[in-house]
Each structure stands twice: as C-alpha cells, then as structure tokens.
C-alpha cells in the first residue's frame, strides 16, 4: 500500500516505524547532544516514528532523514511523547483561564497580581483576572463529586469552599481581596474574613463573563501539569520548551520534564461525540394501561442540545470514544425545570464496567474526572433510588428523574 506524500510519508519510505537522527549544527556543543531528547512522534494519520527532537517552532518539528532534513508540519502531527517518568503528585492545584491546570506548592495574591509557584519550575506571574480556581488540599472519593461539580457551575462572585470533614465541602460566596502564604482575605457582604489556608478546600473565582478559549497545544510535564498552550517554540539546543498560553502569558517548561506534546483535536465535547445507544428504560412490566414502549423512547430518550445531554431516569446513553482519548471530564445536575426530586443513582461506566457511581439528591451539581486510555465505549446512566409511588404510569415514574450532563469533554 502507498503512502500519501507527506513529509511523514517521505521520512518514513513505508508506512513502518523507524528511527531518526538529529539535526546537530557545528555550533552545538556535546552539553546540547546530552539534553537532547528522545521521544515518540505520532501523525495526524497515525504513522508512528521515534528520535530526538531538534527544533520546534510555528514552521513545524525539524528532524533528519540520513543527509535529508526535514520539517514536519504542525497540523500534520497528532501527539509527541517524552521518555520522562512522572513525579510522585502534589496536592495543591491551580487552573487559569484557557484551561491550564498546574501543580503548584503556593501562591499569593497582592494588588491584583498572582504569583504562582510551579511544580519543580520557575515561578509564574499573572493578572488576578487570568486565575479561575485554586484547590490547596489533596481530593478524595467524597469530596471529589461536590467540588468537580462546583467548578463547571457558572457562579456570578467568588466562592471560598470550606472543607467541613473529610466527607463534606461547604461554601460561601463572596469576593477575594488577596492571598497570603497563611490565609485568604475575603469579604462576604460588605463583612471582611480572614480565612486560613488549613481549613479550606479551595477558591472558585468568578466566571459569568470569562471568554476561555482553549489552547490548541496540550503539553503534560512529569509533575502532572497540564499547559493548554496557544503556540510552543524550542530552539536549537535548548534545554526548554517556551509556551505561550491565553492572555499572552508566557512559561519555559524544562525539556527533561516533558511527558506529552498533543497538538489540534486534543479536546472533544462530550456532545459531539458518536451515540452508539441511547434509550429510556421503563423498568415495569408492560399492562394494559401502559404507554407503549416505543412511545416511551420518543418522549423520554436522552437527547444532546447545546452542549449538554439530558437523560431521564431510568435511562442511559452509551457514546464510542475516538482513538487517543485519555481523560473524561463531565459535571451532572438535575434538571432546571424539575420541582419535585426523586433521589437519583448515576452511573458512568467505560467499556463496560462502572467506574464511578454517585447520588444526586437535590439541586447539586456532581463532577468527575476519568482516565480512559484505551477504552471504546462510555455510558452515561441515571436510574432512580427506588421505585415511584406512580405503580401505572412509566410518564410519572419519569417525573423528577430529568438530569443534565454538562460540560463534558474528553482529552488527549
């Protein structure tokens, strides 16, 4: 079978793995040839080379064929992978607008500027207003649900979330005036508070009028950041990786620090994703009284509009992941124009299997965070905690069983 004629295609010769040489200029010293690094190179037509990268810039990625040197395109590469082990994680994480989220040790706020202290790199600065949420305690399985739903929540103020126990969360909601080492300075309703860091959760900034548009590049370092760049540069020789994130702000990421470069496609809304199955499973054997089946599914079978995928219980839907997908990321709620509440189990399962579960018992929002690395299909499932007083009508036992999947997303 013929290769198309690409750049890939000619390096490659056939559509087979093969190893390349690095570009080495004269004026390179052995110090560079020992930080230049080995990685994995996968095309957007899922050809699949390794070698050392060279350069990188806004022209493409430069590498060597025998005496031939080459540049492969950005838009004709899908994903490059370093040979870096990844650090043990940290427990304080920070996420600023366009969708970057990093592992930090601290940071402080003063006069609208944040100082951020990266993860084993250089310290970063920004505007206040590029900051979106910052979480100083490690998550478990308890917490984990109220505060991932609480972050894709629009919310009009800040809000302080306050870690009550090690199973509850607690919030209030106000105005952020600055950030010590020891506390947070806020201000709830004209009242100054002075919270300490020990007790809190973490802050959620305001977002009712942020544009986030994300970076087209994802770059994971070994501390388990994830920098959603708008371009990335790294000259010949260097021992970093220069990025260039939203509101022009800029980092140098050390090159043996490096795990994954994803470059266009890396962010899939859940919405846009194939449906391999979607139904409303009326649990009750069928009667005379009973509407018919088929109506059941027209009325009440999940459906996607705008973004988000609404699901009556007890009902699911069932979407197959595209190739090269890692993470899912997706928030639940209850329908806005349900009043009467019917306690809710949902379901998310991968290939299969569940792989998280949790209650929805009133107006909440729950969230979640998955790998799924491999994996072919993902369901979305709500079913109800116990059966409806209604025992004749599956359109009753549907009442208060309406739930929303809100911004869902899968990334590279």
């Known amino acids: 079978m013929d290769c198309p004629l690409t750049p890939f295609s000619r390096l490659l010769k056939t559509c087979r793995t093969w190893t390349l040489l690095a570009i080495l200029p004269a004026s390179v010293s052995m110090a560079s040839v020992a930080s230049a690094s080995e990685i994995s190179i996968t095309s957007a037509d899922g050809n699949m080379i390794q070698g050392e990268i060279v350069q990188l810039d806004a022209e493409g990625l430069q590498v060597k064929d025998g005496s031939e040197t080459l540049t492969l395109p950005l838009d004709e590469l899908s994903q490059l992978n370093f040979d870096h082990d990844p650090q043990p994680p940290l427990p304080m994480r920070a996420q600023l607008a366009g969708g970057s989220q990093l592992g930090i040790t601290g940071l402080t706020w003063t006069d609208n500027t944040v100082n951020i202290a990266v993860a084993r790199q250089s310290s970063l600065t920004i505007p206040a207003q590029q900051l979106r949420w910052v979480r100083f305690q490690k998550g478990n399985s308890a917490t984990d649900p109220t505060w991932l739903g609480w972050l894709e929540e629009t919310r009009r103020g800040d809000r302080l979330v306050v870690r009550r126990n090690e199973k509850a969360l607690d919030s209030i909601d106000g105005t952020v005036k600055g950030i010590t080492r020891d506390t947070v300075s806020f201000e709830m309703r004209g009242n100054p508070i002075e919270a300490p860091l020990p007790k809190l959760e973490g802050i959620l900034f305001s977002n009712t009028t942020q544009d986030d548009a994300t970076g087209d590049i994802r770059v994971v370092d070994t501390s388990g950041s994830e920098w959603m760049a708008k371009s990335i540069s790294m000259p010949v020789g260097s021992s970093h990786i220069q990025l260039r994130l939203a509101g022009g702000i800029e980092h140098a990421v050390p090159l043996d620090q490096v795990r994954r470069i994803g470059f266009a496609g890396g962010i899939l ?113 709500a079913s109800r905690m116990s059966q409806s007083n209604d025992t004749t009508s599956p359109v009753g036992a549907a009442l208060g069983g309406s739930v929303e999947w809100f911004s869902g997303r899968l990334l590279k």
């Open 269 to 381: 809304s859940l919405s846009d994703v194939e449906v391999a199955a979607a139904n409303f499973d009326s649990d009750r054997q069928d009667s005379g009284k009973s509407v018919n089946t088929s109506d059941l599914d027209n009325w009440f079978a999940p459906q996607s509009d705008n973004g988000v995928i609404r699901i009556q219980a007890p009902g699911k839907i069932t979407l197959r992941i595209p190739d090269g997908y890692q993470k899912l990321i997706v928030a639940a709620r209850r329908s806005q124009d349900v009043s009467e509440f019917t306690a809710l189990r949902l379901d998310v399962l991968v290939d299969g299997a569940v792989q998280w579960t949790a209650t929805l018992q009133d107006r909440e929002s729950l969230g979640l965070e998955l790998p799924i690395s491999g994996a072919r299909q993902l369901t979305l499932r």
